[in-house]
Protein backbone atom coordinates (compact mmCIF):
# COMPACT_ATOMS: atom_id res chain seq x y z
CA UNK A 1 0.00 0.00 0.00
CA UNK A 2 3.08 2.56 -0.61
CA UNK A 3 3.75 2.71 3.10
CA UNK A 4 0.52 3.83 3.67
CA UNK A 5 0.46 1.12 6.88
CA UNK A 6 2.97 1.99 9.32
CA UNK A 7 3.17 -1.38 11.39
CA UNK A 8 4.45 -4.67 10.22
CA UNK A 9 1.25 -6.68 9.34
CA UNK A 10 -0.85 -8.92 11.56
CA UNK A 11 -3.03 -11.53 10.53
CA UNK A 12 -5.74 -9.91 8.40
CA UNK A 13 -4.64 -6.51 8.46
CA UNK A 14 -3.30 -6.78 4.76
CA UNK A 15 -6.34 -8.11 3.82
CA UNK A 16 -8.88 -5.54 5.33
CA UNK A 17 -6.80 -2.26 4.28
CA UNK A 18 -7.02 -3.93 0.67
CA UNK A 19 -10.79 -4.12 1.30
CA UNK A 20 -11.08 -0.37 2.70
CA UNK A 21 -8.90 0.98 -0.53
CA UNK A 22 -10.70 -0.83 -2.81
CA UNK A 23 -13.90 0.29 -1.71
CA UNK A 24 -12.99 3.85 -1.42
CA UNK A 25 -11.32 3.93 -5.12
CA UNK A 26 -14.46 2.08 -6.71
CA UNK A 27 -16.78 4.81 -4.92
CA UNK A 28 -18.62 2.14 -2.69
CA UNK A 29 -19.96 1.33 0.49
CA UNK A 30 -18.11 -1.02 2.83
CA UNK A 31 -19.07 -2.40 6.50
CA UNK A 32 -16.83 -4.45 8.41
CA UNK A 33 -16.60 -5.94 11.84
CA UNK A 34 -12.74 -6.42 13.40
CA UNK A 35 -12.25 -7.68 15.91
CA UNK A 36 -9.90 -6.59 19.04
CA UNK A 37 -6.31 -6.75 17.63
CA UNK A 38 -7.32 -5.74 14.16
CA UNK A 39 -6.23 -2.01 14.30
CA UNK A 40 -9.68 -0.65 13.03
CA UNK A 41 -8.21 2.94 13.00
CA UNK A 42 -4.71 2.91 11.47
CA UNK A 43 -6.15 0.03 9.11
CA UNK A 44 -8.74 2.18 7.80
CA UNK A 45 -6.40 5.37 7.31
CA UNK A 46 -3.97 3.20 5.50
CA UNK A 47 -6.86 2.24 2.67
CA UNK A 48 -8.45 5.14 2.98
CA UNK A 49 -5.92 7.31 2.48
CA UNK A 50 -3.80 4.99 -0.31
CA UNK A 51 -7.61 5.82 -2.23
CA UNK A 52 -7.30 9.29 -2.02
CA UNK A 53 -3.60 9.71 -2.76
CA UNK A 54 -3.49 12.20 -5.64
CA UNK A 55 -7.04 13.07 -6.00
CA UNK A 56 -7.71 15.60 -3.99
CA UNK A 57 -10.49 14.05 -1.64
CA UNK A 58 -9.89 14.18 2.11
CA UNK A 59 -11.07 11.60 4.44
CA UNK A 60 -13.05 12.25 7.21
CA UNK A 61 -12.82 10.73 10.35
CA UNK A 62 -16.31 10.02 12.37
CA UNK A 63 -16.00 9.65 15.98
CA UNK A 64 -18.38 9.23 18.89
CA UNK A 65 -16.53 10.84 21.20
CA UNK A 66 -13.93 13.54 21.35
CA UNK A 67 -11.37 10.89 23.50
CA UNK A 68 -11.25 9.01 20.04
CA UNK A 69 -9.78 12.26 18.07
CA UNK A 70 -6.37 11.75 19.69
CA UNK A 71 -5.94 7.78 18.28
CA UNK A 72 -6.70 9.30 14.76
CA UNK A 73 -3.93 11.54 15.31
CA UNK A 74 -1.28 9.53 16.42
CA UNK A 75 -2.26 7.05 13.82
CA UNK A 76 -1.37 9.57 11.41
CA UNK A 77 1.61 10.57 12.82
CA UNK A 78 3.25 6.98 12.29
CA UNK A 79 1.83 7.51 8.70
CA UNK A 80 3.86 10.75 8.40
CA UNK A 81 7.43 8.97 9.23
CA UNK A 82 6.94 7.12 5.84
CA UNK A 83 4.50 9.77 4.06
CA UNK A 84 3.59 12.72 4.43
CA UNK A 85 0.26 13.03 5.83
CA UNK A 86 -1.20 16.31 7.53
CA UNK A 87 -4.01 15.69 10.21
CA UNK A 88 -6.45 17.74 12.45
CA UNK A 89 -9.20 17.53 14.35
CA UNK A 90 -12.47 19.68 14.86
CA UNK A 91 -14.49 19.60 17.70
CA UNK A 92 -17.94 21.69 19.01
CA UNK A 93 -17.69 24.94 21.28
CA UNK A 94 -16.82 23.91 24.53
CA UNK A 95 -14.19 24.95 27.44
CA UNK A 96 -11.86 23.25 25.34
CA UNK A 97 -12.02 25.11 22.14
CA UNK A 98 -13.24 28.48 23.02
CA UNK A 99 -11.53 30.44 26.02
CA UNK A 100 -14.34 32.68 26.40
CA UNK A 101 -16.58 29.71 27.76
CA UNK A 102 -13.68 28.86 30.39
CA UNK A 103 -13.69 32.08 31.73
CA UNK A 104 -17.86 32.79 31.92
CA UNK A 105 -19.20 30.53 33.39
CA UNK A 106 -22.73 31.43 32.42
CA UNK A 107 -21.43 30.33 28.81
CA UNK A 108 -20.57 26.53 29.71
CA UNK A 109 -24.38 24.96 29.20
CA UNK A 110 -24.82 26.53 26.18
CA UNK A 111 -26.28 24.68 23.55
CA UNK A 112 -23.88 24.14 20.03
CA UNK A 113 -26.78 26.75 18.51
CA UNK A 114 -27.13 29.23 20.91
CA UNK A 115 -22.69 29.51 21.44
CA UNK A 116 -22.77 29.59 17.42
CA UNK A 117 -24.85 32.54 17.35
CA UNK A 118 -23.65 34.37 20.40
CA UNK A 119 -19.98 33.40 19.06
CA UNK A 120 -21.40 35.11 15.22
CA UNK A 121 -22.46 38.47 17.09
CA UNK A 122 -19.09 38.62 18.96
CA UNK A 123 -16.83 38.03 15.64
CA UNK A 124 -18.22 41.20 14.17
CA UNK A 125 -16.91 43.16 16.94
CA UNK A 126 -19.33 46.29 16.68
CA UNK A 127 -22.18 45.78 18.33
CA UNK A 128 -23.71 45.88 22.14
CA UNK A 129 -22.13 43.11 22.98
CA UNK A 130 -18.60 43.83 22.44
CA UNK A 131 -16.05 41.41 20.71
CA UNK A 132 -13.71 38.75 21.23
CA UNK A 133 -10.60 39.40 21.47
CA UNK A 134 -9.21 35.48 21.02
CA UNK A 135 -10.85 35.99 17.40
CA UNK A 136 -9.52 39.20 16.77
CA UNK A 137 -6.06 37.87 17.74
CA UNK A 138 -6.59 35.77 14.31
CA UNK A 139 -4.17 37.00 11.81
CA UNK A 140 -2.67 35.64 8.64
CA UNK A 141 0.77 35.52 10.40
CA UNK A 142 -1.14 33.31 13.07
CA UNK A 143 -3.09 31.38 10.83
CA UNK A 144 0.38 30.32 8.98
CA UNK A 145 1.74 29.27 11.76
CA UNK A 146 -1.03 26.85 13.03
CA UNK A 147 -0.74 25.40 9.34
CA UNK A 148 3.24 24.84 10.03
CA UNK A 149 2.38 23.71 13.36
CA UNK A 150 0.02 20.80 12.13
CA UNK A 151 2.18 20.47 8.97
CA UNK A 152 5.47 19.33 11.04
CA UNK A 153 3.69 17.86 14.29
CA UNK A 154 0.60 16.49 13.43
CA UNK A 155 -1.25 17.53 17.01
CA UNK A 156 -4.25 16.13 18.51
CA UNK A 157 -6.94 18.21 19.63
CA UNK A 158 -5.30 19.19 23.31
CA UNK A 159 -2.04 19.62 21.75
CA UNK A 160 -3.23 22.07 19.29
CA UNK A 161 -5.38 23.97 21.55
CA UNK A 162 -2.45 24.59 24.25
CA UNK A 163 -0.44 26.03 21.00
CA UNK A 164 -3.11 28.44 20.02
CA UNK A 165 -3.18 29.02 23.53
CA UNK A 166 0.07 30.29 23.80
CA UNK A 167 -0.66 32.38 20.69
CA UNK A 168 -3.63 34.08 22.30
CA UNK A 169 -5.80 32.75 19.74
CA UNK A 170 -9.34 31.01 19.19
CA UNK A 171 -8.90 27.20 18.73
CA UNK A 172 -12.56 26.62 17.36
CA UNK A 173 -11.73 29.44 14.75
CA UNK A 174 -7.99 28.93 14.08
CA UNK A 175 -8.95 24.91 13.18
CA UNK A 176 -11.51 26.34 10.76
CA UNK A 177 -8.33 27.82 8.84
CA UNK A 178 -6.14 24.92 8.81
CA UNK A 179 -8.79 22.34 7.56
CA UNK A 180 -8.33 23.24 3.87
CA UNK A 181 -4.73 22.12 4.51
CA UNK A 182 -4.96 18.76 6.12
CA UNK A 183 -5.61 15.45 4.50
CA UNK A 184 -7.63 14.11 7.57
CA UNK A 185 -9.44 15.61 9.26
CA UNK A 186 -11.64 13.85 12.30
CA UNK A 187 -14.73 14.84 13.72
CA UNK A 188 -17.54 13.77 16.01
CA UNK A 189 -20.97 12.87 14.43
CA UNK A 190 -22.71 16.07 14.18
CA UNK A 191 -20.41 17.84 11.65
CA UNK A 192 -21.21 15.33 8.98
CA UNK A 193 -25.06 14.21 10.01
CA UNK A 194 -26.40 17.41 11.29
CA UNK A 195 -27.18 19.41 8.27
CA UNK A 196 -27.16 22.98 9.53
CA UNK A 197 -23.29 22.08 10.49
CA UNK A 198 -22.21 20.00 7.52
CA UNK A 199 -22.92 22.85 4.90
CA UNK A 200 -20.38 24.91 7.24
CA UNK A 201 -18.03 21.77 7.80
CA UNK A 202 -17.69 21.07 3.91
CA UNK A 203 -17.09 25.08 3.99
CA UNK A 204 -14.54 24.89 6.07
CA UNK A 205 -12.65 22.19 4.58
CA UNK A 206 -13.63 23.72 0.71
CA UNK A 207 -14.40 20.72 -0.56
CA UNK A 208 -17.81 19.22 -1.52
CA UNK A 209 -19.30 15.76 0.01
CA UNK A 210 -18.46 13.62 -3.67
CA UNK A 211 -14.80 14.75 -2.74
CA UNK A 212 -14.40 13.01 0.88
CA UNK A 213 -14.06 9.51 2.01
CA UNK A 214 -16.08 8.96 5.06
CA UNK A 215 -14.91 6.51 7.77
CA UNK A 216 -17.55 5.87 10.64
CA UNK A 217 -15.37 4.29 13.96
CA UNK A 218 -17.84 1.95 16.72
CA UNK A 219 -20.32 2.60 13.64
CA UNK A 220 -22.77 0.17 15.71
CA UNK A 221 -23.71 3.47 17.49
CA UNK A 222 -24.71 5.46 14.45
CA UNK A 223 -28.26 4.11 14.11
CA UNK A 224 -29.43 5.18 17.70
CA UNK A 225 -27.42 8.59 17.52
CA UNK A 226 -29.56 9.45 14.33
CA UNK A 227 -32.65 8.00 15.77
CA UNK A 228 -32.32 10.58 19.07
CA UNK A 229 -31.12 13.56 16.76
CA UNK A 230 -34.02 13.25 14.65
CA UNK A 231 -36.45 12.57 17.95
CA UNK A 232 -37.91 15.68 19.27
CA UNK A 233 -39.08 16.10 22.92
CA UNK A 234 -40.83 18.77 25.43
CA UNK A 235 -41.25 18.28 28.78
CA UNK A 236 -43.56 20.23 31.54
CA UNK A 237 -40.39 21.59 32.97
CA UNK A 238 -39.67 23.07 29.56
CA UNK A 239 -42.98 24.62 29.82
CA UNK A 240 -43.14 25.63 32.62
CA UNK A 241 -39.58 28.01 31.57
CA UNK A 242 -41.51 29.03 28.59
CA UNK A 243 -44.59 30.40 30.66
CA UNK A 244 -42.20 32.35 33.10
CA UNK A 245 -40.20 34.00 29.85
CA UNK A 246 -43.32 34.90 28.28
CA UNK A 247 -44.60 36.45 31.34
CA UNK A 248 -41.16 38.41 32.24
CA UNK A 249 -41.55 39.36 28.40
CA UNK A 250 -44.77 40.99 28.61
CA UNK A 251 -46.85 37.92 27.20
CA UNK A 252 -45.53 38.97 23.46
CA UNK A 253 -48.13 38.87 20.59
CA UNK A 254 -48.22 35.98 18.47
CA UNK A 255 -51.21 37.02 15.92
CA UNK A 256 -54.91 35.94 15.30
CA UNK A 257 -55.41 37.99 19.14
CA UNK A 258 -53.19 35.55 20.68
CA UNK A 259 -50.42 35.77 23.18
CA UNK A 260 -47.55 33.05 24.03
CA UNK A 261 -49.44 32.27 26.84
CA UNK A 262 -52.00 31.03 25.18
CA UNK A 263 -50.24 28.92 23.32
CA UNK A 264 -48.23 27.68 26.49
CA UNK A 265 -50.88 26.98 28.43
CA UNK A 266 -52.67 24.71 25.54
CA UNK A 267 -49.99 22.50 24.81
CA UNK A 268 -49.77 22.29 28.77
CA UNK A 269 -53.27 20.98 28.73
CA UNK A 270 -52.51 18.81 25.85
CA UNK A 271 -49.84 16.91 27.68
CA UNK A 272 -52.37 16.75 30.97
CA UNK A 273 -55.13 15.35 28.95
CA UNK A 274 -52.56 12.78 26.74
CA UNK A 275 -51.33 11.20 29.87
CA UNK A 276 -54.94 10.68 31.77
CA UNK A 277 -56.21 9.49 28.33
CA UNK A 278 -52.96 7.28 26.65
CA UNK A 279 -51.23 6.58 29.69
CA UNK A 280 -50.32 3.12 31.17
CA UNK A 281 -47.02 2.83 31.59
CA UNK A 282 -43.70 4.71 31.22
CA UNK A 283 -44.57 5.89 27.66
CA UNK A 284 -47.71 5.54 25.27
CA UNK A 285 -48.73 6.12 21.88
CA UNK A 286 -50.37 8.76 21.09
CA UNK A 287 -52.34 9.74 17.95
CA UNK A 288 -50.69 11.23 14.89
CA UNK A 289 -52.50 13.86 14.47
CA UNK A 290 -53.54 14.48 18.01
CA UNK A 291 -51.15 17.46 19.44
CA UNK A 292 -52.36 19.39 15.66
CA UNK A 293 -56.18 18.43 16.00
CA UNK A 294 -56.10 19.47 19.24
CA UNK A 295 -54.18 22.86 19.20
CA UNK A 296 -56.76 23.85 16.12
CA UNK A 297 -60.04 23.14 18.00
CA UNK A 298 -58.62 24.49 21.52
CA UNK A 299 -57.08 28.22 19.79
CA UNK A 300 -59.74 28.00 17.31
CA UNK A 301 -58.03 28.56 14.13
CA UNK A 302 -57.33 26.10 10.89
CA UNK A 303 -54.22 24.39 9.84
CA UNK A 304 -52.87 27.71 8.13
CA UNK A 305 -53.98 29.93 11.19
CA UNK A 306 -52.11 27.35 13.13
CA UNK A 307 -49.10 27.83 11.47
CA UNK A 308 -49.13 31.50 11.50
CA UNK A 309 -49.34 31.12 15.26
CA UNK A 310 -46.24 29.30 15.88
CA UNK A 311 -44.45 31.52 13.64
CA UNK A 312 -45.60 34.28 15.48
CA UNK A 313 -43.81 32.49 18.74
CA UNK A 314 -40.81 31.93 16.74
CA UNK A 315 -40.33 35.56 15.98
CA UNK A 316 -41.04 36.52 19.42
CA UNK A 317 -38.46 34.14 21.12
CA UNK A 318 -36.06 34.69 18.46
CA UNK A 319 -36.33 38.54 19.68
CA UNK A 320 -35.76 37.36 22.98
CA UNK A 321 -32.41 36.04 22.11
CA UNK A 322 -31.82 38.69 19.89
CA UNK A 323 -31.82 40.55 23.08
CA UNK A 324 -30.12 38.50 25.47
CA UNK A 325 -27.63 38.15 22.53
CA UNK A 326 -26.39 41.90 22.70
CA UNK A 327 -26.01 41.80 26.59
CA UNK A 328 -23.51 39.50 25.57
CA UNK A 329 -25.86 36.47 27.15
CA UNK A 330 -26.73 33.15 26.30
CA UNK A 331 -29.31 33.89 23.71
CA UNK A 332 -31.67 31.65 24.79
CA UNK A 333 -35.44 31.61 24.42
CA UNK A 334 -37.67 28.86 25.73
CA UNK A 335 -40.56 30.35 23.55
CA UNK A 336 -38.36 30.12 20.44
CA UNK A 337 -38.08 26.34 21.29
CA UNK A 338 -40.99 25.47 22.12
CA UNK A 339 -42.32 26.81 18.27
CA UNK A 340 -39.24 25.05 17.09
CA UNK A 341 -40.47 22.18 18.77
CA UNK A 342 -44.74 22.53 17.56
CA UNK A 343 -43.25 22.82 13.89
CA UNK A 344 -40.91 20.00 13.90
CA UNK A 345 -43.66 17.46 15.38
CA UNK A 346 -46.24 18.85 12.52
CA UNK A 347 -43.53 17.96 9.57
CA UNK A 348 -43.27 14.11 11.07
CA UNK A 349 -45.17 11.58 9.59
CA UNK A 350 -46.48 8.78 10.76
CA UNK A 351 -43.92 6.73 8.65
CA UNK A 352 -40.98 8.20 9.67
CA UNK A 353 -42.10 8.96 13.58
CA UNK A 354 -44.60 7.84 16.38
CA UNK A 355 -46.00 10.12 19.00
CA UNK A 356 -45.51 9.43 22.62
CA UNK A 357 -46.30 10.59 25.66
CA UNK A 358 -44.12 9.78 29.17
CA UNK A 359 -45.38 10.59 32.77
CA UNK A 360 -43.04 10.33 35.68
CA UNK A 361 -41.51 13.85 37.69
CA UNK A 362 -40.84 15.57 34.32
CA UNK A 363 -43.56 14.08 31.79
CA UNK A 364 -42.90 15.10 27.83
CA UNK A 365 -44.43 15.32 24.40
CA UNK A 366 -42.19 13.35 22.01
CA UNK A 367 -42.06 12.96 18.47
CA UNK A 368 -39.41 9.76 18.21
CA UNK A 369 -37.77 8.91 14.93
CA UNK A 370 -38.10 5.56 13.58
CA UNK A 371 -36.64 5.77 10.30
CA UNK A 372 -32.30 6.66 10.64
CA UNK A 373 -32.11 6.36 6.79
CA UNK A 374 -32.50 9.66 5.78
CA UNK A 375 -30.08 11.35 8.50
CA UNK A 376 -27.60 8.53 6.81
CA UNK A 377 -27.86 10.38 3.54
CA UNK A 378 -24.46 11.39 3.87
CA UNK A 379 -22.64 8.04 3.62
CA UNK A 380 -24.46 7.42 0.34
CA UNK A 381 -23.67 10.78 -1.22
CA UNK A 382 -20.09 11.04 -0.58
CA UNK A 383 -17.54 9.54 -2.51
CA UNK A 384 -17.26 6.62 -0.32
CA UNK A 385 -18.07 5.47 3.19
CA UNK A 386 -16.16 2.72 5.58
CA UNK A 387 -18.51 1.84 8.50
CA UNK A 388 -16.70 -0.21 11.28
CA UNK A 389 -16.88 -1.44 14.45
CA UNK A 390 -15.76 -4.67 16.55
CA UNK A 391 -19.32 -5.42 17.25
CA UNK A 392 -21.27 -4.91 14.06
CA UNK A 393 -23.01 -7.48 13.14
CA UNK A 394 -25.36 -8.71 11.66
CA UNK A 395 -23.85 -6.49 9.21
CA UNK A 396 -27.23 -6.61 6.87
CA UNK A 397 -29.12 -5.48 9.91
CA UNK A 398 -27.03 -2.06 9.91
CA UNK A 399 -26.79 -1.74 5.86
CA UNK A 400 -30.80 -1.93 6.21
CA UNK A 401 -30.80 0.77 8.76
CA UNK A 402 -28.37 3.52 6.92
CA UNK A 403 -30.36 2.59 3.56
CA UNK A 404 -26.46 1.23 2.41
CA UNK A 405 -28.48 -1.71 -0.10
CA UNK A 406 -25.74 -2.73 -1.89
CA UNK A 407 -22.61 -2.46 0.83
CA UNK A 408 -19.49 -4.24 0.23
CA UNK A 409 -19.32 -6.41 3.54
CA UNK A 410 -17.30 -8.26 5.81
CA UNK A 411 -15.97 -9.86 8.89
CA UNK A 412 -12.05 -10.32 10.14
CA UNK A 413 -11.36 -12.24 13.10
CA UNK A 414 -8.93 -10.80 15.68
CA UNK A 415 -5.65 -11.92 15.29
CA UNK A 416 -4.97 -12.82 18.95
CA UNK A 417 -5.25 -16.03 20.93
CA UNK A 418 -8.71 -17.49 21.30
CA UNK A 419 -7.64 -19.36 23.93
CA UNK A 420 -6.93 -16.10 26.38
CA UNK A 421 -10.36 -14.89 26.66
CA UNK A 422 -13.43 -17.18 28.06
CA UNK A 423 -16.99 -16.25 28.57
CA UNK A 424 -19.52 -18.45 30.54
CA UNK A 425 -23.18 -18.48 31.26
CA UNK A 426 -25.33 -19.88 33.92
CA UNK A 427 -28.59 -21.28 33.44
CA UNK A 428 -30.39 -20.81 37.11
CA UNK A 429 -30.88 -17.01 36.98
CA UNK A 430 -31.91 -14.53 34.51
CA UNK A 431 -32.73 -10.73 35.07
CA UNK A 432 -36.38 -10.95 33.53
CA UNK A 433 -38.51 -8.71 35.07
CA UNK A 434 -41.21 -10.80 36.38
CA UNK A 435 -38.21 -13.75 37.53
CA UNK A 436 -35.95 -10.60 39.53
CA UNK A 437 -39.17 -9.93 41.19
CA UNK A 438 -40.54 -13.60 42.19
CA UNK A 439 -40.49 -15.14 44.65
CA UNK A 440 -38.56 -18.05 43.97
CA UNK A 441 -35.34 -16.83 45.31
CA UNK A 442 -34.02 -15.53 41.35
CA UNK A 443 -32.66 -12.33 43.55
CA UNK A 444 -30.69 -13.84 46.18
CA UNK A 445 -29.24 -16.53 43.89
CA UNK A 446 -27.91 -13.56 41.95
CA UNK A 447 -26.41 -11.53 44.23
CA UNK A 448 -24.86 -14.49 46.00
CA UNK A 449 -23.63 -15.43 42.60
CA UNK A 450 -22.17 -11.68 42.04
CA UNK A 451 -20.40 -11.91 45.66
CA UNK A 452 -19.18 -15.40 45.11
CA UNK A 453 -17.59 -14.85 41.76
CA UNK A 454 -15.63 -11.57 42.88
CA UNK A 455 -14.79 -12.71 45.42
CA UNK A 456 -12.94 -16.03 44.19
CA UNK A 457 -9.92 -14.24 42.85
CA UNK A 458 -8.24 -11.07 43.85
CA UNK A 459 -7.91 -9.80 40.01
CA UNK A 460 -9.84 -6.44 38.81
CA UNK A 461 -12.83 -6.77 38.22
CA UNK A 462 -16.34 -5.27 36.28
CA UNK A 463 -19.54 -5.99 37.06
CA UNK A 464 -22.05 -4.47 34.48
CA UNK A 465 -25.64 -4.15 35.29
CA UNK A 466 -28.55 -4.49 32.18
CA UNK A 467 -29.76 -0.62 33.92
CA UNK A 468 -29.15 1.95 36.30
CA UNK A 469 -31.96 0.69 37.98
CA UNK A 470 -31.16 -2.98 38.32
CA UNK A 471 -27.50 -1.61 39.68
CA UNK A 472 -28.93 0.84 42.18
CA UNK A 473 -31.27 -1.86 43.50
CA UNK A 474 -28.41 -4.37 44.49
CA UNK A 475 -26.10 -1.71 45.89
CA UNK A 476 -28.98 -0.41 47.97
CA UNK A 477 -29.24 -4.29 49.21
CA UNK A 478 -25.45 -3.52 50.59
CA UNK A 479 -23.38 -5.13 47.61
CA UNK A 480 -20.33 -3.10 48.05
CA UNK A 481 -19.81 -3.53 51.08
CA UNK A 482 -20.16 -7.79 51.03
CA UNK A 483 -17.95 -7.49 48.31
CA UNK A 484 -14.89 -6.47 50.58
CA UNK A 485 -12.67 -4.41 48.13
CA UNK A 486 -12.10 -1.00 47.18
CA UNK A 487 -15.45 -0.41 44.95
CA UNK A 488 -15.96 2.28 42.32
CA UNK A 489 -19.48 2.87 40.56
CA UNK A 490 -20.53 4.47 37.44
CA UNK A 491 -23.83 6.43 38.84
CA UNK A 492 -25.99 7.67 35.88
CA UNK A 493 -25.36 11.65 35.51
CA UNK A 494 -22.53 11.58 37.05
CA UNK A 495 -20.15 14.45 35.02
CA UNK A 496 -17.04 13.23 32.64
CA UNK A 497 -14.75 14.37 34.45
CA UNK A 498 -15.71 12.53 37.43
CA UNK A 499 -16.18 9.23 35.67
CA UNK A 500 -12.93 9.44 34.23
CA UNK A 501 -11.69 10.23 37.59
CA UNK A 502 -12.93 7.24 39.07
CA UNK A 503 -11.71 5.07 36.28
CA UNK A 504 -8.33 6.23 36.59
CA UNK A 505 -8.53 5.35 40.55
CA UNK A 506 -9.69 1.97 39.31
CA UNK A 507 -6.97 1.50 36.96
CA UNK A 508 -4.59 2.06 39.70
CA UNK A 509 -5.69 0.07 42.25
CA UNK A 510 -5.02 -3.47 41.62
CA UNK A 511 -7.90 -5.91 42.65
CA UNK A 512 -10.46 -2.99 42.73
CA UNK A 513 -14.21 -3.29 41.39
CA UNK A 514 -15.73 -0.87 39.41
CA UNK A 515 -19.42 -1.37 39.11
CA UNK A 516 -21.22 -0.23 35.63
CA UNK A 517 -23.77 -0.44 33.46
CA UNK A 518 -23.63 -2.55 29.98
CA UNK A 519 -24.37 -0.14 26.93
CA UNK A 520 -22.95 3.06 29.67
CA UNK A 521 -19.88 5.01 28.84
CA UNK A 522 -17.38 2.68 30.58
CA UNK A 523 -18.54 -0.14 28.73
CA UNK A 524 -17.32 1.18 25.27
CA UNK A 525 -14.36 2.94 23.66
CA UNK A 526 -12.48 2.66 27.43
CA UNK A 527 -9.36 0.38 26.92
CA UNK A 528 -8.48 -1.43 30.12
CA UNK A 529 -4.97 -3.68 29.18
CA UNK A 530 -2.78 -5.91 31.20
CA UNK A 531 -3.94 -6.32 34.02
CA UNK A 532 -6.49 -3.49 34.46
CA UNK A 533 -9.19 -5.96 34.22
CA UNK A 534 -9.14 -8.87 34.07
CA UNK A 535 -12.62 -10.51 34.98
CA UNK A 536 -16.25 -9.46 33.90
CA UNK A 537 -19.45 -10.27 35.42
CA UNK A 538 -22.59 -9.57 33.43
CA UNK A 539 -25.59 -9.29 35.46
CA UNK A 540 -28.38 -10.15 32.86
CA UNK A 541 -29.18 -8.83 29.50
CA UNK A 542 -29.53 -5.91 28.68
CA UNK A 543 -33.07 -6.35 26.54
CA UNK A 544 -34.78 -2.28 26.56
CA UNK A 545 -37.62 -1.91 29.33
CA UNK A 546 -40.85 -2.89 27.31
CA UNK A 547 -42.14 0.21 26.47
CA UNK A 548 -44.50 2.21 23.62
CA UNK A 549 -41.23 3.26 22.24
CA UNK A 550 -39.61 -0.11 21.48
CA UNK A 551 -42.83 -1.56 20.74
CA UNK A 552 -43.18 0.77 17.94
CA UNK A 553 -39.50 -0.06 16.81
CA UNK A 554 -40.25 -3.62 16.38
CA UNK A 555 -43.16 -2.68 14.75
CA UNK A 556 -41.35 -0.81 11.60
CA UNK A 557 -38.46 -3.11 11.79
CA UNK A 558 -41.06 -5.77 11.25
CA UNK A 559 -43.36 -4.35 8.89
CA UNK A 560 -40.00 -2.91 6.43
CA UNK A 561 -37.24 -5.82 7.51
CA UNK A 562 -39.26 -8.88 8.87
CA UNK A 563 -37.63 -8.77 11.40
CA UNK A 564 -38.84 -6.93 14.36
CA UNK A 565 -37.77 -7.94 17.58
CA UNK A 566 -34.18 -8.84 16.33
CA UNK A 567 -33.04 -5.72 14.47
CA UNK A 568 -34.67 -3.27 18.03
CA UNK A 569 -33.96 -5.97 20.63
CA UNK A 570 -31.78 -8.66 20.11
CA UNK A 571 -28.96 -7.26 18.07
CA UNK A 572 -28.58 -3.90 20.08
CA UNK A 573 -28.67 -6.21 23.34
CA UNK A 574 -25.78 -8.44 21.93
CA UNK A 575 -23.87 -5.49 20.65
CA UNK A 576 -23.68 -3.95 24.20
CA UNK A 577 -22.46 -7.23 25.61
CA UNK A 578 -19.91 -7.70 23.19
CA UNK A 579 -18.40 -4.51 23.67
CA UNK A 580 -18.34 -4.76 27.83
CA UNK A 581 -16.87 -7.98 27.42
CA UNK A 582 -14.60 -6.46 24.63
CA UNK A 583 -13.06 -4.91 27.94
CA UNK A 584 -10.78 -7.53 29.25
CA UNK A 585 -8.72 -7.96 25.72
CA UNK A 586 -7.23 -5.40 24.62
CA UNK A 587 -3.38 -6.43 23.68
CA UNK A 588 -2.21 -10.21 22.39
CA UNK A 589 -0.84 -10.56 25.69
CA UNK A 590 -3.89 -9.95 27.74
CA UNK A 591 -5.73 -12.71 29.25
CA UNK A 592 -9.81 -12.43 30.47
CA UNK A 593 -12.98 -14.72 31.78
CA UNK A 594 -16.41 -13.14 31.62
CA UNK A 595 -19.33 -14.65 33.68
CA UNK A 596 -22.91 -14.31 31.84
CA UNK A 597 -25.59 -14.32 34.64
CA UNK A 598 -28.70 -14.95 32.79
CA UNK A 599 -29.98 -18.23 31.43
CA UNK A 600 -31.21 -16.65 27.89
CA UNK A 601 -27.13 -15.79 27.03
CA UNK A 602 -27.88 -19.43 25.35
CA UNK A 603 -30.48 -18.35 22.87
CA UNK A 604 -28.42 -15.12 21.40
CA UNK A 605 -25.97 -15.84 18.54
CA UNK A 606 -22.57 -13.85 18.87
CA UNK A 607 -21.67 -14.15 22.33
CA UNK A 608 -20.03 -17.65 22.22
CA UNK A 609 -20.98 -18.48 25.89
CA UNK A 610 -20.13 -21.45 27.51
CA UNK A 611 -22.97 -23.29 30.07
CA UNK A 612 -21.13 -23.81 33.54
CA UNK A 613 -22.92 -25.17 36.55
CA UNK A 614 -20.29 -23.89 39.31
CA UNK A 615 -18.63 -20.22 37.65
CA UNK A 616 -16.50 -19.49 40.79
CA UNK A 617 -14.60 -23.27 40.11
CA UNK A 618 -14.02 -22.08 36.35
CA UNK A 619 -12.82 -18.55 37.17
CA UNK A 620 -10.54 -19.68 39.68
CA UNK A 621 -9.10 -22.94 37.55
CA UNK A 622 -8.59 -19.74 34.93
CA UNK A 623 -6.69 -17.92 37.27
CA UNK A 624 -4.58 -21.27 38.29
CA UNK A 625 -5.80 -20.51 42.02
CA UNK A 626 -6.34 -23.34 44.00
CA UNK A 627 -9.40 -24.63 45.45
Not at 232 to 259: C, I, Q, Y
Not at 360 to 382: F, M, V
Request: glycine content about 8%; proline content about 5%.
Amino acid sequence: MNGYFPYPYRPCQEAMVAFIRNAAILGRNAVLESGTGTGKTAVSLAGALSAAAGTGRKVVYLTRTKSQHRQVAIECRAISANIPVVSAAVQGRGTSTCPLMREDRDLQDGSPEELSKLCSELKKGDGSAGGCPYYQAITAESVESCISFIRSSGPDPEEFRDYCQALGVCPYEAVKKVLPYADVVSASYAFMFDPRIRSRFLGWMGVSEKDIIIIVDEAHNLPSYLRESETAKFTRHALDLALSEARRSGDPDVGHGLHASDVINAVSDILEEAQKEYLRRENDLIPPGYMEETLMTVLGMNSLGLKEVLAGLYDAGSRIAEERKSRRKLPRSHLYTLARFLLYWMECTDGSHVFLVSGGDNPALEAYCLDPSDAATPLRICRSSISMSGTLAPLQDYCKDMGLWEADTEEFPSPFNPDNRRTLYVADVSTKYAELNSDDGTYERLRRYIIDIVNSVKVSTAVFFPSYAVMQRFLEDGLAEALGRTVFVEEPGIGNTELMDRVMAFRCTAGSVLICVCGGRISEGLDFPGKEMELAVLVGIPFGRPSARQDALISYCQARFADGWGMAVRAPAVRKMRQSIGRLIRSENDRGIAVILDRRACTLDGLEAELTTDPVSEVKAFFGVQE
